[in-house]
């Protein structure tokens, strides 16, 4: 198998998984090409180690530190695309996984289809050796085409509702955007040979520290640069529509399930969309991490008054999972300190996340006459976020046209509009809702003049 995105991630998650099915079954088929994208670093790391990394839990109930051998292969993909096509092509190759952040899909806000204008898309269309995820996997698929690989699944990983069927979109809207010759017999391929099942991950997995290392270093008695450090949980829901062989998952606890969807709405409303906002408000009060934001106790309380009364009357549950026990669980796993999660790590690249994990439940309360008061929160704390943050540290890919839209003078009474007015987050509906910016205008007002102090009186008292 293939997969897009070497990251921490895909490191303790869906390397581990592959491995467990490997030791649970006895099998030694499967092996992991892992490519990553932006940077070059983890292959650089890999290489040496013939792929081997360790993975070290934290948190109650972790396991020992271990050493991960499901890697097999690591490349660069920004330097060696012409590879990632092959190996995707490649006869052995049955599926291909992605972690590549909602960014790396290259998606056009406007139409939820891909963004065919983006200039790397572009020359991978024109025939360049393809850079994004989209045109490795689609080059890779035409080349399997031609000769005869057989047929390929592709399973996206990555925190997006609908995450296969949007990247079964984005793969035809590339095939579609080639020249007719290309694009016909490659879209007749597709339609017999390729399936794109849905899935939902969860694992914490916090960017590894110097700290980190030496703690590896220390107990392995060798020197891992390639080292993860993650919580001791992990979840993989995946819906069983493969074309080819896969491993066997289901033998490493994940599961197998025809309702992907709820899994994926109660991830990303619930735990996600908590995530995000104790981000927010950490990062307004000077809170470095996810775990010091539970720990205030109007932060904690925030969280789950919008998962009570915002989120969970919006959602219908998967069954077998409780929503109020799930609830619980995700500010039990925020408050692990041993996991050092930052705030400005899990606020990167709001522009993309807002809309996913709290617009859908702020859009269905307001459709149903209920005030989504604390869910607003959490967009008024990342619209601060993004007017008082200088703009060459603003990690986010709208960072040049989210700043272009902000005033001069930076109040509630003019950011608000101002980030409203962003129709690549903000419908039109969503903007003119009177309801809407009247909550988003008090709290950021509170944020921003009174502080913690005004958050925890208004939090605990409004």
């Keep these: 198998m293939v997969h897009l995105g070497l ?46 990394f360790t993975v070290t839990e934290r948190g109650s109930g972790a396991a020992p530190l271990r050493v991960v051998s499901s890697v097999v292969e690591a490349i660069s993909g920004r330097d060696h695309p012409e590879t990632v096509v092959n190996r995707i092509a490649a006869a052995t190759t049955h599926v291909v996984t992605l972690t590549v952040t909602e960014k790396g899909y290259r998606i056009d806000p406007h139409t939820g289809s891909l963004n065919i204008g983006d200039p790397q898309v572009q020359a991978d269309l024109a025939g360049h050796p393809p850079q994004t995820a989209i045109g490795q996997i689609t080059r890779g698929i035409q080349q399997r ?42 879209l007749a391929w597709l339609d017999a040979n390729v399936t794109f099942p849905s899935t939902m991950v969860d694992r914490m997995v916090p960017a590894t520290t110097d700290g980190d290392l030496a703690v590896v270093e220390h107990e392995l008695g060798l020197r891992d640069d390639a080292a993860v450090v993650a919580e001791p949980f992990m979840q993989w829901v995946i819906e069983d529509n493969f074309a080819a062989d896969r491993p066997a998952w289901e033998e490493a606890g994940a599961l197998f399930s025809t309702d992907v969807a709820a899994w994926e709405a109660a991830k990303l409303r619930l735990l996600n969309a908590s995530h995000s906002m104790l981000a927010y408000l950490g990062l307004a009060t000077g809170k470095e991490t996810i775990s010091d934001a539970v ?50 790590k899990v ?109 925890r009186k208004e939090i605990t008292h409004g």
């Design 347 to 455: 606020g990167s690249d709001g522009s993309q996340k807002v809309g996913l994990r709290l617009l859908t439940t702020i859009r269905a309360n307001l459709d149903a006459g209920r005030e989504p008061k604390r869910a607003a929160l959490a967009v008024a704390a990342w619209m601060h976020h993004v007017a008082t943050t200088p703009a060459a540290r603003l990690n986010d890919p709208l960072a040049a046209e989210l700043q272009s839209a902000l005033p001069a003078e930076r109040t509630a009474a003019t950011v608000v509009p101002a980030m409203l007015g962003v129709r690549s987050i903000f419908d039109a509906g969503l903007a003119a809702n009177t309801t809407f910016a009247g909550l988003l205008v008090h709290w950021y007002r509170i944020i921003d003049t009174d502080g913690l102090d005004g958050l």
């Design 7 to 52: 990251g921490a991630f895909a490191r303790a998650h869906t390397a581990v998984f592959t491995e467990n099915a490997m030791l649970a079954t006895g099998s030694q088929d499967w092996g992991i090409v892992g490519v990553t994208q932006r940077s070059d670093t983890v292959a650089r790391q890999l290489a040496p180690q013939d792929g081997l």
């Design 145 to 186: 085409a031609r000769t005869g690989a057989g047929p390929l699944t592709v399973v996206s990983c990555d925190n997006l509702p609908g995450n296969g069927e949007l990247t079964e979109t984005l793969v035809r809207a590339f095939a579609t955007a080639l020249p007719s010759a290309e694009a016909r017999p490659l």
């Design 295 to 344: 720990g205030e106790d109007a932060f904690r309380t925030a969280c789950s008054l919008m998962l009570a009364h915002d989120a969970l009357p919006t959602i219908s549950l998967p069954g077998g999972l409780d929503g109020a026990s799930y609830c619980a669980q995700i500010m039990e796993r925020f408050a692990n300190p041993a996991l050092g999660h930052t705030t400005a």
